[in-house]
């Protein structure tokens, strides 16, 4: 048996409120993309080959799914027009679909099913024609069925209906509170009713109240409560002493400090109600906001911008810094001892000189200028141990966790307004998950500058 998956995304509107440029195959429930769902269960059903077909885009599909090898099974794609009827859509599907029996799921973006269930012969023994449907989303069968001993057992399945932004939550919420174990999920499970993915950071003070499912690449800070009944997406930060309760938190969101997210869906700086329908805007970037991902090519030249920088700092200050500290060593103005801080490597520590800059007289005030305290930083930039700027180090002790890319520089440093350490991570916070090149240069000189009006440097 093949399936054919076929989807209309003009069907799916509201889909775009909750994650707007994704094809909705791709819309994940409980941190698992639709289609992944239907590969599942068509595997589960004894299909060799799936064909998806879309009258949308569907390059961000096939890049997600690819062949089909890490589900061992042939994954192939094909376009459609809006006005193709179903019939019209095998026609051009013939080659396909030619002497096999054929599931098609038309329309359909889940349906409820369990993976423990026998569908292969339960579905080898039905009938041509509809298995399940409403309004035109059917599951349905071509092609002869083949005698079965178990064919007489019926396996659980019964579909859903998606028209809305508060179907889609309630279905989230169904499985999560009843049906977890009835699928393949993503992440660790423990224990019941709890599901965490690779790279999770939880905060000692942090709650996690079941259930719960948290995806990969996940910051949870201080003081913050994680459910019950919370789904946290994929690259999520939630900032300190915040609550996520009842709510679905999409991926790459960055959810404020002290905010409060109670039977909602949080996507990037949208925040949707899922019983009226209604989303909130919010202009507070520090409140809620996306997260920016970028790629490897990205990455790679950020840190090449940061490399570059670095070294310009550290041939136009070499001079200075050979002069200076000598003097000041032997005024007591200048002491330094070293410390041992994670470094931006995974799993690395780094050694670092920590100097302590008292302003007295003009030959420090200078050094403060210049930031000579932290020119021996800017080596470990060249050797990838730090950003430029990024996050204030965090030391190596048994209370503390690396959790943001160290840098020679904070954002912190750049802002005015932080009063205060928890302020300070704030800004970290922010600006690590929404940097970019040009952004940073700019940090970097508002950071040089403010830090000449301090009064000792640390």
Same mark, same amino acid.
Do not use: W
């Given at each position: 048996m093949k399936t054919i998956i076929i989807t209309k995304g003009v069907d799916y509107p509201w889909l775009h409120d909750i994650l707007p440029g994704h094809h909705p195959l791709l819309v994940p429930l409980c941190n698992k993309p639709f289609i992944e769902f239907f590969i599942d269960f068509s595997i589960l059903a004894g299909s060799t080959a799936i064909r998806i077909i879309s009258d949308e885009t569907i390059n961000d599909v096939a890049d997600f799914c690819e062949k089909g090898d890490r589900w061992g099974i042939d994954i192939s794609y094909a376009n459609s027009l809006p006005s193709d009827s179903l019939n019209k859509i095998l026609e051009k599907n013939s080659k396909f679909c030619s002497n096999e029996r054929i599931m098609i799921i038309n329309n359909i973006l889940f349906f409820h099913y369990n993976k423990n269930a026998d569908y292969r012969s339960f579905f080898a023994s039905l009938?041509?024609?509809?298995?399940?449907?409403?309004?035109?989303?059917?599951?349905? %069968?071509?092609?002869?069925?083949?005698?079965?001993?178990?064919?007489?057992?019926?396996?659980?399945?019964?579909?859903?209906?998606?028209?809305?932004?508060?179907?889609?939550?309630?279905?989230?919420?169904?499985?999560?509170?009843?049906?977890?174990?009835?699928?393949?999920?993503?992440?660790?499970?423990?224990?019941?009713?709890?599901?965490?993915?690779?790279?999770?950071?939880?905060?000692?003070?942090?709650?996690?109240?079941?259930?719960?499912?948290?995806?990969?690449?996940?910051?949870?800070?201080?003081?913050?409560?994680?459910?019950?009944?919370?789904?946290?997406?994929?690259?999520?930060?939630?900032?300190?002493?915040?609550?996520?309760?009842?709510?679905?938190?999409?991926?790459?969101?960055?959810?404020?400090?002290?905010?409060?997210?109670?039977?909602?869906?949080?996507?990037?700086?949208?925040?949707?109600?899922?019983?009226?329908?209604?989303?909130?805007?919010?202009?507070?970037?520090?409140?809620?906001?996306?997260?920016?991902?970028?790629?490897?090519?990205?990455?790679?030249?950020?840190?090449?911008?940061?490399?570059?920088?670095?070294?310009? %700092?550290?041939?136009?200050?070499? %001079?200075?810094?050979?002069?200076?500290r000598p003097i000041l060593e032997l005024r007591g103005s200048w002491s330094t001892k070293t410390t041992i801080y994670h470094s931006a490597k995974p799993r690395c520590k780094v050694a670092l000189p920590v100097t302590t800059l008292r302003k007295k007289g003009m030959l420090s005030a200078l050094a403060a200028f210049f930031s000579l305290d932290r020119y021996m930083w800017l080596f470990k930039v060249l050797s990838g141990h730090l950003d430029l700027i990024g996050s204030r180090p965090v030391e190596v002790t048994q209370e503390s966790k690396a959790h943001l890319r160290p840098g020679v520089f904070s954002y912190a440093e750049a802002e005015d307004w932080p009063q205060n350490d928890i302020d300070s991570d704030i800004v970290n916070h922010y600006y690590a998950v929404h940097s970019n090149p040009f952004k940073d240069i700019a940090m970097t000189q508002k950071a040089l500058f403010n830090r000449i009006h301090q009064e000792d440097t640390v």
């Open positions: 009938p041509s024609g509809d298995v399940l449907g409403f309004d035109q989303k059917t599951l349905s %069968l071509t092609g002869s069925p083949v005698a079965s001993e178990n064919s007489r057992e019926t396996p659980p399945l019964s579909t859903v209906v998606l028209d809305s932004a508060g179907q889609y939550y309630e279905l989230a919420k169904d499985l999560l509170h009843n049906r977890l174990l009835h699928y393949v999920l993503p992440g660790y499970n423990n224990e019941a009713g709890c599901y965490i993915g690779r790279n999770v950071v939880i905060q000692k003070s942090a709650k996690i109240v079941k259930p719960v499912i948290i995806g990969n690449n996940v910051q949870i800070l201080a003081g913050s409560v994680i459910g019950p009944a919370a789904i946290i997406g994929n690259n999520v930060i939630v900032d300190r002493k915040s609550t996520v309760a009842s709510s679905i938190v999409m991926d790459n969101t960055f959810i404020g400090e002290q905010l409060e997210v109670e039977r909602k869906i949080a996507s990037g700086n949208v925040l949707i109600d899922p019983e009226s329908g209604q989303s909130l805007t919010m202009e507070d970037p520090h409140l809620l906001s996306s997260i920016s991902q970028t790629g490897g090519s990205a990455t790679l030249f950020l840190r090449i911008v940061h490399g570059c920088i670095a070294i310009s %700092l550290i041939t136009l200050l070499l %001079l200075p810094y050979l002069l200076l």
